[in-house]
């Protein structure tokens, strides 16, 4: 595959005086090209892009199809149209390395994020080549994932035990507005997702899904399933490297005593991955980590596959928007054979 080896994104210089239309749709056959070799492009000082508006139609001109955050795990809004907020998730918190929705069938192609105000102290982008871990994994271990397949689990605790959950704390009656499981359970099926009752707990199931997956250009096959991320033991390591020692605590408590309240990447039988295999899994993609450092209107373009994103931890205020799509347009990029 093209551009397998190459390690930092490529730095596109934009004027901040330019008509970022124009800019971008002049521009649109070369960015694309670097992102499909690269996976990771970074453009500097599209200071217009900081308007939601204004960084829609910029991303729009490159010929990408936007899409919504259905499905997706993080707490986030929309901002306006398919411009999204980064993520809600605490400044204290760093963000570990994943493929935005990759324990789906379907997840984005591509995502973009701009910096419309970036941290007092922190908070640098954080992105890593998912290229290179298949060297990283064992071969044996891959193939036992590739024949049994991963899902993950979530949990939405009834409300009279949501305080047990350690993080985010959303009950399925708040999660669908209703205190009828019946209506629950029709919000569920709406929405195609799998589900059962542990108790008053609402267990949720995801796709099952190949740890690897093709590159709709490429067809390169690439690691993609934040099975690295979702399992008590990675939460517990990640909480420890952020300095959250009463998350920890509180994970290692509803590890013994409730460990079904925690989400859990599982064999496609349901039957959840070994700690030690999640801890390997959690290391291996650290070690990929880069950081990118972000400026007031600096676009972050990243392949969806070949490249994850996280961020650092940070204080004051940061404002990143987000958009995520798919190639969509001329795929003449496309490797063939
Ligand atoms: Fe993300």
């Known amino acids: 595959m093209k551009g397998s080896n190459s390690t930092a994104p490529f730095d596109f210089v934009t004027s901040g005086h330019a008509d970022p239309k124009h800019f971008f749709s002049q521009a649109a056959d070369d960015i694309r090209a670097r992102l499909l070799d690269d996976g990771a492009v970074l453009i500097r000082s599209a200071r217009q892009c900081r308007d939601p508006g204004v960084f829609e139609a910029a991303i729009a001109a490159l010929g990408f199809e936007t899409r919504d955050y259905v499905g997706g795990s993080s707490p986030r809004s929309t901002i306006q149209g398919k411009v999204m907020e980064a993520t809600r998730t605490p400044p204290d918190w760093s963000v570990i390395l994943h493929q935005e929705m990759a324990y789906v069938k379907s997840p984005p192609e591509i995502i973009a994020f701009v910096c419309v105000e970036p941290a007092g102290k922190g908070g640098e982008s954080v992105i890593g080549d998912m290229r290179k871990l298949e060297r990283l994994v064992d071969p044996a271990m891959l193939q036992r994932l590739t024949e049994r397949g991963l899902k993950l689990r979530r949990t939405l605790p009834s409300e009279d035990r949501v305080g047990l959950k350690p993080g985010v704390k959303k009950s399925w009656q708040e999660t669908f507005s209703t205190h009828r499981q019946a209506e629950a359970e ?39 399933n934040q099975a690295h991320f979702w399992g008590a033991a990675a939460m517990i390591e990640w909480a420890l490297i952020d300095g959250r020692e009463q998350d920890a605590r509180e994970l290692m408590t509803a590890q013994r005593e409730n460990p079904l309240l925690l989400e859990a990447m599982c064999f496609g039988d349901g039957e959840p991955l070994p700690e030690d295999l999640t801890l390997a899994l959690f290391h ?7 950081d990118i450092d972000l400026g007031e209107g600096d676009i972050l373009l990243l392949d969806n596959l070949q490249y994850a994103h996280g961020r650092r931890a940070f204080s004051g205020n940061r404002t990143i928007n987000v958009i995520i799509g798919n190639w969509a347009g001329d795929q003449s990029y496309a490797v063939q054979g």
């Open 186 to 224: 029709m919000h569920c099926r709406a929405r195609g997702w799998d589900f059962e009752w542990n108790g008053a707990d609402l267990i949720l199931w995801q796709d099952c899904i190949s740890p690897m997956r093709a590159h709709p250009l490429t067809s390169a096959n690439i690691w993609s």
């Open 284 to 290: 291996a993609v650290r070690g990929l980590e880069q």
